[in-house]
Every structure is written in structure tokens, then in C-alpha cells.
């Protein structure tokens, strides 16, 4: 059976690898850039499962799916490509700036909730947060959450290795590929994509292009509507690390991440920016400058670091109904979508590629269809 995946972002990546596992599927990914290009080069990959309000549904099963399949992904991969993927086991420590009541008793509930469902959480007070972290000196934060199994990952190392493990498994991977158009023999079918490169023909399309998922689901009259979010973010050297040289997780509070990336450099973002008129967002300087001194007011050592660059990002976020987007194109038995991840797409990358396997293989490998 022939499968398209159209899209090399970490979704895209994922979704070719956990399928190349799969006996009989012959796999095609087109994507009209470089892999990891767009929102995965820009995402900082903290995967937030245990330590996320979600608790139960969909939401919670596809974070606890990923969060697991991490695990053993990253050193298949690492084995597989000769590659390291920088992968942080050292866990997710939010920070908490309101000990109401009320806040603290929703925590509790929760580390509960974990417990209940296997997972690790800790409520840490100022004292404890002290010792363990003294790189943190805010006098608004009242304590922290630790997650211990929550964890941090380069987006774009784990994409590289997705594509080239793939590659090995027997993937075909065609970059600078632009879709045309989609043609349908019968009201039900896909058959054909029109390229820049030729015609190309599948049993399966399955659309992982983020953003570029809207108008390529235009051209078979199903219109995804996906629009752009702005992410900014920034790479900071102190030439140290912070705090405990052996103790270094991902630190977030008040939606900024502080993230670990080795040799005393620091990932710092991020930013959420809406368009204003149609979909052109020029990167807010003030936006990321406010990031910064949010970074800076929960480690003040960070004033003193250089920074080395800046970049940002577009996150493709599905209007009017929640985000990701996975399942049939409606009106069509042979196109999957698994698009419109917003600012969870590395974190359910996993989880999205064991869906869209299972859809195929239960549609017609070994079943007689």
C-alpha cells in the first residue's frame, strides 16, 4: 500500500518513522522545505504530560502516550542514526506565583490525580525551591511544581533523526516539493497529487503541513482553517549553568520557559502573537524583550548573559475548534489529516503518529478490505 505524508515538520517525521515499522506500506514524504523548517524549528520542545491540567479524555491519553513512547523513541533513535538527540531526563519545574488557597488545593489535587494514574508530581515550597534551585530569587514565587517524568527535547535534532531512521527503514523523503493540486476520480478518493515534480498516486494522503494544511485542504473543497501564531523566542549564554550544575530542568513560570541547552547556554521564550489584519505578523520586539526580563526576574544571573540569537516561529492553530486536528478529511475515505498542533506538536508528535498508524492499519492491512 502506497502512503503520502505530506509535511516534514517533527509531525510529519514521526508519522513516516512509526509507519516505515509497519510490513507492506511503501512511504512518501513531500515537503516543500528542508525538514523541521517551519514551527519545529522554532518550538522549544518542552513536553509538558504530567504536569499539564489535562486529566482525563483524548487530551490526557495522547500526553501520557507520548510522554511514554519518548522514552524508548530516543534511544532507538540514538541507535538507529548514529545521532545524539539532546534529550532532557531532568524533569519540568513550574514555578507558582499565587499560594491562594484555592491554587494550592487544585495543585494537591492534582499531584493526587498523578499518583492515581502512575506519575510522579511535587509541590515544593519556597525553602525547598531555594535549596534545590538558588538560581531562582523572585520574591512573587511562592513555591513550584516539580515533574520529574515530564521532558525537554531539540525539536530540530529529533526531527533530523526522525527522517534519517526513516530513510534507513526504506522511507523515500522528497524536499523543495510543492503540492498543486489534488485530483479525485470519485466523489470518496484522493488519487492523485499534482507536484512541481510530476503526478504522484497513494492509497493514503495524510496531511501534516501545519499551516500549509489549510490551502492544500482547499483544493479538495474541505477547507481546515488554520492560522498563524507567532512564537518568539531567544538563545542566551551566561557561559555557566544556573544554580546546581547537576540539577538543570526546564524551569517555566508565567507561560516563560527557561530551558537548559548545554555549555551555559539558556533557550528563552516564548512569545504568543496573534495576527492583527489578515495573516501577517511582524515579530514584536517589546513582546520578546518582555519575555526576557520575565526570564530575568526569576534568575537575575540571566541579566548578565550575551544574547546569541533570536528567531521565531509560526504555530498553526485550528479556528474554532480545538487543536490538533487528527482524523479523516470529511467527505473523503482515503485522506487523513493530522495538522493544527498549535504549541503541542512535539509534545504529541508520538501520540499523532500512533493514531494515523492505526487508521491505516485497520483500513486495510490483514483485514480483507
Not at 525537554?152 to 526522525?162: G, K, S, Y
Not at 489549510?214 to 501564531?229: E, G, H, M, S, W
Not at 550575551?306 to 470529511?330: F, Q, Y
Request: proline content about 7%; aromatic content about 6%; glycine content about 10%.
Amino acid at each position: 500500500m502506497n502512503v503520502v505524508i505530506i509535511g516534514c515538520g517533527v509531525v510529519g517525521a514521526a508519522i513516516a518513522y512509526e509507519l516505515s515499522l509497519v510490513k507492506g506500506l511503501k512511504i512518501t514524504v513531500c515537503d516543500r522545505q528542508p525538514p523541521a523548517q517551519a514551527s519545529t524549528g522554532a518550538a522549544l520542545g518542552v513536553l509538558m504530560g504530567a504536569i499539564s491540567q489535562k486529566i482525563k479524555g483524548k487530551a490526557w491519553q495522547m500526553r501520557q502516550t507520548s510522554i511514554q513512547r519518548y522514552e524508548t523513541l530516543i534511544p532507538e533513535l540514538e541507535v538507529l542514526t548514529g545521532r545524539k538527540i539532546p534529550f532532557n531526563r531532568q524533569g519540568i519545574l513550574m514555578l507558582l506565583s499565587d499560594s491562594s488557597l484555592e491554587v494550592m488545593s487544585g495543585w494537591e489535587k492534582l499531584v493526587e490525580i498523578r499518583h492515581s494514574q502512575g506519575w510522579d508530581l511535587e509541590i515544593w515550597d519556597t525553602a525547598k525551591l531555594q535549596n534545590i534551585c538558588p538560581q531562582i530569587n523572585n520574591e512573587k514565587v511562592t513555591g513550584a511544581v516539580y515533574s520529574p517524568q515530564d521532558r525537554q527535547i531539540d525539536p530540530t535534532a529529533l526531527t533530523l533523526a526522525l527522517v534519517e531512521a526513516a530513510q534507513q527503514n526504506g522511507v523515500t523523503f522528497k524536499f523543495g516539493v510543492t503540492v498543486l493540486d489534488a485530483l479525485t476520480s470519485t466523489p470518496e478518493l484522493c488519487d492523485q497529487l499534482e507536484t512541481t515534480e510530476g503526478k504522484i498516486t497513494a492509497d493514503w494522503f495524510v496531511i501534516a503541513a501545519g499551516l500549509g494544511s489549510t490551502p492544500l485542504t482547499a483544493k479538495l473543497n474541505q477547507i481546515i482553517d488554520i492560522r498563524p501564531v507567532l512564537g518568539q523566542a531567544l538563545q542566551m549564554r551566561v557561559g555557566h549553568p544556573l544554580g546546581n550544575p547537576d540539577f538543570q530542568p526546564a524551569i517555566t513560570g508565567n507561560d516563560v520557559h527557561i530551558v537548559p541547552v548545554g555549555g551555559g547556554d539558556y533557550w528563552v521564550g516564548a512569545t504568543v502573537e496573534f495576527p492583527s489584519n489578515g495573516d501577517e505578523i511582524p515579530p514584536n520586539q517589546e513582546l520578546l524583550e518582555s519575555v526576557r526580563e520575565q526570564a530575568i526576574a526569576f534568575c537575575p544571573e540571566l541579566a548578565t548573559a550575551s544574547i546569541l540569537r533570536t528567531w521565531s516561529g509560526l504555530r498553526p492553530r485550528p479556528e474554532g475548534r480545538p487543536a490538533p486536528v487528527i482524523g479523516k478529511l470529511p467527505g473523503f475515505s482515503n485522506v487523513l489529516l493530522a495538522t493544527g498542533h498549535y504549541r503541542n506538536g512535539v509534545l504529541l508528535a508520538p501520540a499523532t503518529a500512533y493514531a494515523i498508524r492505526e487508521m491505516i492499519i485497520s483500513q486495510g492491512l490483514g483485514t480483507g478490505d
